[in-house]
């Protein structure tokens, strides 16, 4: 099996060997053993899970958050001739009837599917019919209570399991406590714990953490002293926006990333970016996860994170070709301070959280009783401003209310286009338009029912294809139509939108569950007082708190953080002393002398000499002589 399993890995992805615990997850998986693997980033997980499939008959479904992960893995095996679709919220739902059949009867070898996909009808009757080989889990952390990201969508892998039960799963994180992966491992309904853990230590990524006042400085030292691309993770938006306008007046090459971008400019920065048009990437979290760029050079959070997990997965990014790069924390005063605000208005009090959610649902028009099953495009920065609250308090209500299963927030949700037709079926004959304009129609017409009566999703690439037309002219046709006022048209859009998953209750009928809220909040604490130990530790080597942190007991010193070159520094320093002490007991020298005696570079000697002169223990001459204080000597 392991020769049929390289001469696999070598057609499709020209690797000659496995990474570092690859074949005994792929070997476990492929024994029929539910699985929990925990590699850091850029360990080469998907292969975990692609290459098992390839060498056994069957499909694999992958859950995973991120539309943008999903496109990139699904044109990467496409480009390796192997099929593979994905269903997200951006398609209509007559697209994903058509690809969940060719999952049931073709020869589909990888289904990526979003958590939010797996509880709806259409989806749990095909998957029934499938001929599942594995169910692999991305990012799995996200299924737990405890887990620092968690999303209540990961729930619904659970029923998963029971409708096709003898079905292995793997599930893959590259951040989880043993309490997280062990709640991991129950939710996913294994039969016994297994958990395969590869090394979370990063030998060729130098970790240091900076306490400045002046941030925009040390980040131009970065950038000017290190080589290469790199990454500027910040916590806000217009922080983004601002800090790469600084780096472009200072000459240096950058962009900014956040969610509040449209889909396709999105796209394009990154784009950019990954091709290394541009350099530096100033961003929110919502950038890198799935990016495929191998020599990042730096990556620079000039905001503290709020935990480990984050942290850990973000500074990864650099230096996932081996090479030697550089992960830096910037901290000021200030840092400890506004995350522990924002901690706190994390968990506001019951009685606005209930307040909030009874103005959430009068903001999107929901009567008590109604809106269970239905989704609501959700401006949050206009809710704010009518009801005057701060976004950080809105959104730590949202959480809790998600965690409470009330409803679920979607970020960036990708939205269909829509149309609906304002004139009746009869009065289309009458009207002049263009040969293209009415091929369009006609096809929306053949393609969609009850587009008159109500807005419908429509499928614009599927249209383009039917009428032999490229999306763009099929986008103008329907802009045409739109001004013309023959329909009422809703370009395809990427957009923040609630999902209610229970009809609209009275406040005083809400409750919060004791685990969501108050033993939440003291976990969160938690974890950001391990931060700021991390942050405020000079004397132990910050690859192995990390690795600590994650369960690795035997960590060893990487010898490259700034801590371990401290110390470093440190015993060349003191060596150096005790070699010229030896060397002036004999009789006064010179600097010559010395230099050649040590064969040292002579910058470390230098500098130890001038500590040792500074500190009485030596006098040098104006010629260069060098001799030993007796008294100062005799005391050593």
């Known amino acids: 099996m392991r020769e049929k399993l390289l001469a696999a890995l070598r057609q499709y992805w020209g690797y000659e060997g496995f990474r570092e615990m690859q074949y005994e997850i792929i070997s476990s998986v492929l024994s029929g053993k539910d699985t929990l693997a925990l590699m850091p980033t850029g360990g080469g997980k998907s292969i975990t899970y692609q290459l098992p499939t390839l060498v056994s008959e069957g499909l694999c479904i992958v859950i995973t958050p991120l539309i943008a992960l999903m496109k990139d893995q699904v044109d990467g095996l496409r480009a390796r001739g192997i099929q593979a679709v994905a269903i997200h919220s951006g398609l209509s739902r007559k697209k994903i009837d058509r690809l ?10 990888f289904l990526y599917v979003s958590p939010e996909r797996l509880n709806s009808d259409i989806f749990q009757l095909r998957v029934r019919r499938m001929n599942l080989s594995l169910i692999a889990v991305d990012e799995a952390h996200c299924i737990s209570q405890w887990g620092y990201d968690f999303r209540p969508a990961y729930l619904h892998i ?17 951040s989880a406590t043993d309490r997280v992966a062990d709640d991991i491992m129950a939710q996913l309904k294994f039969d016994r714990k297994r958990v395969l853990r590869s090394s979370f230590a990063r030998p060729n990524l130098s970790y240091v953490v900076r306490k400045v006042d002046d941030k925009e400085e040390q980040l131009l030292r970065i950038i000017g002293g290190v080589a290469g691309s790199g990454i500027v993770y910040v916590r806000k938006r217009n922080t983004a926006e601002q800090l790469a306008e600084f780096l472009q007046q200072q000459g240096i090459s950058a962009s900014y990333y956040h969610g509040g971008l449209p889909a396709e400019e999105r796209s394009i920065r990154q784009d950019e ?24 050079r730096f990556v620079v959070h000039y905001t503290l994170c709020d935990n480990m997990e984050s942290y850990y997965q973000e500074a990864g990014r650099a230096g996932r070709d081996g090479k030697r790069s550089y992960a830096t924390l910037l901290v000021s005063a200030e840092d400890y301070r506004a995350v522990g605000r924002r901690l706190d208005s994390s968990f506001p009090p019951i009685d606005v959280v209930k307040q909030i959610y009874n103005e959430l649902c009068s903001f999107l028009m929901i ?3 109604d809106g269970k099953g239905h989704k609501y495009i959700f401006n949050i920065h206009d809710f704010c401003a009518k009801y005057h609250y701060f976004p950080t308090v809105v959104l730590g209500a949202i959480d809790l209310l998600e965690r409470n299963e009330y409803l679920t927030y979607v970020e960036v949700a990708e939205n269909p286009a829509r149309v609906i037709f304002r004139v009746g079926r009869d009065d289309l004959y009458n009207i002049d338009v263009s040969k293209r304009t009415e091929l369009v129609m006609l096809t929306i017409l053949r393609f969609y029912s009850g587009v008159f009566t109500e807005f419908r999703a429509i499928d614009e690439m599927e249209i383009a294809s039917a009428a032999k037309l490229h999306p763009v002219e099929v986008r103008e046709s329907l802009k045409e139509l739109w001004i013309r006022q023959i329909i009422r048209y809703v370009p395809a ?14 406040p005083a009928d809400l409750y919060i569950a004791p685990k969501t809220y108050s033993e939440r909040k003291a976990q969160m604490m938690a974890r950001f007082d391990t931060m700021i130990e991390y942050a405020d530790n000079n004397s132990q080597c910050r690859s192995v708190v990390i690795q600590r942190y994650f369960g690795d007991t035997s960590a060893e010193p990487c010898g490259c953080c700034d801590i371990c070159l401290a110390k470093k520094r440190g015993v060349e320093s003191a060596d150096i002393e005790r070699e010229v002490e030896k060397i002036l007991v004999k009789g006064n020298s010179t600097l010559r002398d010395i230099a050649h005696a040590i064969q040292l570079p002579p910058q470390k000697i230098s500098a130890a000499l001038s500590k040792m002169a500074e500190s009485g223990a030596i006098t040098i001459s104006d010629a260069g002589d060098v001799a030993l204080v007796a008294d100062r000597g005799s005391e050593k």
């Open 100 to 109: 969940l059949d060719n999952c049931v009867y073709g020869d589909i070898k």
């Open 158 to 174: 659970a029923r998963l399991r029971e409708l096709q039960p003898d079905v292995t799963v793997l599930a893959l994180t590259a």
């Open 273 to 296: 970016w990954v091709e290394g048009k541009v350099r530096v990437m100033v961003a929110t979290n919502a950038f890198g996860m799935g990016i495929d760029k191998s020599d990042v």
């Open 367 to 369: 009567a008590i009783g």
């Open 493 to 506: 859009n990427s957009s923040p939108m609630i999902c209610m998953n229970e009809e609209r209750l009275p």
